[in-house]
């Protein structure tokens, strides 16, 4: 505060003046502000990208799951099968809420 009221003494300006005119002063300040914000939206992008991979890579073996249940031939095995399928699902069902935050 002593700066600030140091630079309006001397320029003979109000506070409010003098601490325009030092933020002013800070060399790339705006570009800054502007990288900062850049680099925020990348790691939202790159957050949901990775969610969408995620999803993706479950997509397949919940897929090759579904076929498995299709290809069941009693209902032992569709019954475990189906259990499987329950899994992956619930598997992707996690995922899509933790990408929505």
Do not use: W
Request: charged share 35%; with cysteine; glycine share 2%.
């Amino acid at each position: 505060m002593q700066l600030v009221e140091a630079r309006a003494k001397k320029d003979r300006c109000p506070l409010n003046r003098a601490v325009i005119n030092l933020i002013s002063s800070i060399p790339d300040l705006e570009k800054r502000r502007t990288q900062e914000e850049t680099l925020e939206q990348m790691q939202t992008v790159l957050a949901r990208y990775g969610a969408r991979v995620t999803l993706a890579d479950l997509g397949e073996p919940l897929l090759r799951a579904v076929d498995e249940v299709l290809a069941a031939k009693t209902d032992g095995e569709l019954q475990a099968r189906l259990d499987k399928l329950r899994v992956l699902r619930t598997e992707m069902l996690k995922f899509e809420k933790t990408a929505k935050r």
